[in-house]
């Protein structure tokens, strides 16, 4: 570990979120801290760019080890932003989160805490997302907090290997009974949308549902490890190739029948 | 093959670019067309939900075997919104495009075109995603949709595996060569940003950049087969889990150094 590691933090809740808050004190005294992150909620903001308007960032607090910086964009803006324009050195660690909600199985491919993780996993830094599993503003980060610090000193020591990036999900309960180093949960959202209507009488769509596990039930998976009371760690990779159907796919594209 | 398959179209160019309306008159003799698309471009919305919003989808245009819708959302609300409001039976197959710009490498990642294939794969449709390697919104389609016609047919016919959709990306030269199986190239953009001031004198950005490829370069990735003027078929997995890297992430957080 370097003397002073320089550790770079965003979310998708927005700079003035609590979770945002708690991650910065409880990793302060483990390096020379940076926070950019969205100055509005960018919750299921995915990878998403913003490529058709132009984007900002200001500085809102500087004192010794940490400066914070509001951004105009969506998380993976943020991280590109901080990496193109502002830092002259490159992190030795990304955290992004403390997200208000889960962001277990397939939900790594909605979440913005997730999009600002793989950004930073793109651009070589070792890099996770931390989540905790209710929305409420107010949650309790104590324990979320005491876990996802001890995963960021293994990073800064550690490192991990090129594209490879870290979701971690830690439960609302009080004591969490460790951390389990898990698969993809795999499964969807079932009834996700509530109709309404708006003030002319159009139909209206809101998003709500609940998630539905494939059956059978993969074994150590991430929604198994939060259900029994761990914290959920699972590694991902930025090449999603489908290596094992690549033959049969080849196979498929020889067939000549038309 | 069922006689009246059922296909589902979207993009993130919007309801009214011509790689849709292209796709989906090359589309149109091969079953029962639903074209659910944006109403706006949403280019480089990843897989965004809106959740904070409501949104309204409307029917465009119907008539015999094909009809036209826009939504007001993202690309995956359009295809969770058409799975869940609009549609009686699950779509036999999803194919999102053609996109005026290519997906390659990590562009999976930051793609609207790829979000909705993500999402269409999630919810069970064999999915896949079709773009061209160049943004004119005038651009010649033929070859693409050739290839991309092809590949419809084979799916249709032999479905995909659960949780891989495909990723095809086609050369703008006149002549492809063929469809060639690949990885995804691995690498990330530089130089993202161009600097400039709005009417307040303050600085903004816009996002541009170029794609490097990462050293050494892997044989057969997509980023290789586009350059030799083939197309680049992608067979890409909804779960991202590192599984070469559980173990030693295990060993890791086993060591009781703090």
């Given at each position: 570990?370097?003397?002073?590691?320089l550790?770079?933090?965003?979310?998708?809740?927005?700079?003035?979120a609590?979770?945002?808050?708690?991650?910065?004190?409880?990793?302060?005294?483990?390096?020379?801290?940076?926070?950019?992150?969205?100055d509005k909620p960018?919750?299921?903001m995915s990878?998403?760019?913003?490529?058709l308007n132009?984007?900002?960032?200001?500085l809102?607090?500087?004192?010794?080890?940490?400066?914070?910086?509001?951004?105009t964009?969506?998380?993976?803006?943020?991280?590109?932003?901080?990496?193109?324009?502002?830092?002259?050195?490159?992190?030795?660690?990304l955290?992004?989160?403390?997200?208000?909600?889960s962001?277990?199985?397939?939900?790594?491919?909605?979440?913005?805490?997730?999009?600002?993780?793989?950004e930073?996993?793109?651009l070589?830094?070792?890099?996770?997302?931390?989540?905790?599993?209710?929305?409420s503003?107010?949650a309790?980060?104590?324990e979320?907090?005491?876990?996802?610090?001890k995963?960021a000193r293994r990073?800064?020591?550690?490192?991990?290997?090129?594209?490879?990036?870290?979701?971690?999900?830690?439960?609302t309960?009080?004591?969490?009974?460790?951390?389990?180093?898990?698969?993809?949960?795999?499964?969807?959202?079932?009834?996700?949308?509530?109709?309404s209507?708006?003030a002319?009488?159009?139909?209206?769509?809101?998003l709500?549902?609940?998630?539905e596990?494939?059956?059978?039930i993969?074994p150590?998976?991430?929604?198994?490890?939060l259900?029994?009371?761990?914290?959920?760690?699972?590694?991902?990779?930025?090449?999603?190739?489908?290596?094992a159907?690549m033959?049969?796919l080849?196979?498929?594209?020889?067939?000549?029948?038309?």
């Open positions: 570990m370097k003397e002073k590691p550790i770079l933090i965003t979310n998708d809740d927005g700079v003035n609590k979770g945002l808050i708690e991650l910065t004190e409880c990793l302060r005294d483990l390096g020379d801290l940076v926070v950019f992150a969205p960018q919750s299921g990878s998403s760019l913003t490529s132009p984007i900002k960032y200001r809102l607090k500087q004192e010794a080890g940490l400066a914070v910086y509001s951004c964009g969506t998380p993976v803006d943020c991280v590109k932003l901080a990496m193109n324009d502002l830092l002259d050195s490159k992190p030795d660690l955290v992004s989160g403390i997200n208000h909600g962001n277990m199985a397939v939900c790594v491919h909605y979440s913005g805490t997730m999009g600002a993780a793989i930073g996993c793109i070589g830094i070792p890099s996770m997302g931390i989540s905790l599993t209710t929305h503003p107010h309790d980060f104590s979320c907090c005491r876990i996802g610090r995963l990073l800064l020591r550690e490192g991990l290997p090129a594209g490879t990036y870290l979701n971690l999900n830690v439960p309960t009080p004591q969490v009974k460790g951390i389990k180093v898990c698969r993809q949960a795999d499964g969807r959202f079932v009834n996700e949308y509530m109709r209507e708006n002319l009488g159009e139909a209206v769509f809101w709500t549902g609940s998630f596990e494939a059956k059978p993969r150590d998976n991430d929604m198994l490890a259900n029994s009371g761990y914290a959920s760690l699972v590694p991902c990779k930025i090449d999603v190739t489908d290596y159907f033959d049969k080849k196979a498929m594209m020889c067939d000549e029948r038309d």
